[in-house]
């Protein structure tokens, strides 16, 4: 069985990357709430992310702990058992984590298109509102 300093190594590297996660998401989460240009639905979009990403985060760090507690269980040694329903445990975990990140790319990625199709519609106002103005004045557009 490896050193338990090991796991405890290991796990600290997970957790801490949870940790940092719950940070970087708290601090973006404060920018979102008083950033008066968002509109209702942006701010919906971002509350519930913030919610996926911070279960997520809080998540990893269990994670984490769970993997450090790995090297100084002494049951690891005396019941198969339950080492084998740890693992699994863990493994569970991480799948769920896995999802949790991959639900949220989807979402974040249909909330770009959302915006990209909206600022694409905002774009093509102006260019016509322009093109009348042009017209209007008997202006010629520039190459």
Not at 16 to 44: K, P, Q
Not at 48 to 56: D, K
Not at 102 to 109: E, G, L, P, Q, T
Request: with cysteine.
């Amino acid at each position: 069985m490896p050193n338990a300093t090991t796991y405890l190594g290991f796990g600290s590297i997970v957790a801490a990357m949870g940790i940092a996660l719950v940070c970087f998401h708290v601090r973006a989460h404060r920018r979102h709430r008083i950033d008066n240009d968002l509109s209702e639905s942006d701010r919906r979009f971002f509350a519930h992310q913030y919610a996926r990403r911070m279960q997520t985060s809080a998540l990893t760090v269990t994670l984490g702990a769970l993997i450090g507690l790995c090297g100084y269980l002494r049951v690891f040694e005396e019941s198969p058992v339950f080492a084998t329903c740890y693992v699994i445990g863990m493994l569970m975990l991480a799948l769920w984590l896995i999802l949790l990140a991959i639900s949220d790319a989807i979402a974040s990625r249909v909330y770009a298109g959302k915006v990209e199709r909206r600022h694409k519609r905002v774009c093509k106002t102006l260019q016509q509102a322009l093109s009348e103005v042009r017209q209007a004045h008997g202006l010629e557009p520039r190459n």
